[in-house]
């Protein structure tokens, strides 16, 4: 079945770091791709997603690009605030309303 | 415009009791979808309605079943509490839950079976 691997946490990176999560997923069709976020006592927000193949999602300065040949979406952002620190989603929809999420990655950002 | 609206908060209860959760969509949304969130499974589907009918489950046991109203507010049962069903509990709504609509989730209910 379709699942989503990204990678163990936590991240751990001081203030105005280069950040890059690892996503990787797996198929049967042409699924949607999202990065979901969730900061401390609070449901998932969503980041930003991508629809099709060499789409890229960007917003807050976090972007990915949608990567059908390595089946990849990974997330990155340029310079990181210590208000990132959060726990990061990856996910895939191939159905209405059912989103297959990753296990989770917990970003821990320094000043 | 409210967010989607989950209650209780929290909820503490014994094995072997049952429990239900509630879920208020955003007004206008008709489609509510449940996610079961753990440390060890991570976030996992359990059911979707839209219009007061059940389009899509998970694999969870019997024991967790959900309902949808005429005004779209959702609630989830789970019978029969077993420690595994600590957990949080998201419910999400869309507005008729196509491919590519946006979901907003809840804060969750915290559920914890002692």
């Known amino acids: 079945g379709d699942s989503v691997t990204q990678m163990e946490g936590p991240v751990t990176l001081s203030e105005e770091a280069f950040l890059t999560i690892n996503c990787t997923y797996t198929?049967?069709?042409?699924?949607?791709l999202f990065w979901y976020v969730q900061y401390p006592g609070e449901g998932l927000q969503l980041l930003l997603k991508?629809?099709?193949?060499?789409d890229k999602g960007s917003n807050k300065g976090f972007e990915a690009t949608y990567r059908k040949e390595t089946t990849s979406f990974h997330l990155e952002k340029g310079s990181v605030q210590v208000s990132d620190s959060a726990v990061y989603f990856c996910?895939?929809?191939?159905?209405?309303?059912?989103?297959?999420f990753g296990t989770g990655t917990r970003l821990q950002v320094f000043p | 415009k409210a967010g989607v609206t989950q209650t209780p908060r929290y909820l503490i209860k014994t094995r072997g009791q049952q429990v239900t959760l509630s879920c208020s969509p955003i007004?206008?949304?008709?489609?509510v979808s449940w996610y079961q969130q753990t440390p060890g499974q991570g976030l996992q589907f359990l059911f979707e309605?839209?219009?007061?009918?059940?389009?899509n489950k998970g694999n969870f046991p019997g024991r967790f079943s959900g309902r949808q109203f005429s005004n779209s507010r959702s609630e989830m049962n789970v019978s029969t509490l077993e420690l595994g069903d600590s957990a949080l509990y998201l419910c999400?709504?869309?507005?008729?839950?196509?491919?590519?609509?946006?979901?907003?989730f809840g804060s969750g209910t915290q559920l914890s079976v002692l």
């Open positions: 999400a709504s869309s507005y008729s839950g196509q491919l590519n609509e946006k979901l907003f």
């Open positions: 198929a049967t069709g042409y699924p949607s």
């Open positions: 991508a629809t099709k193949a060499d």
């Open positions: 996910a895939l929809r191939e159905s209405a309303d059912k989103l297959i």
């Open positions: 007004s206008g949304h008709r489609s």
């Open positions: 309605y839209f219009s007061e009918t059940q389009r």
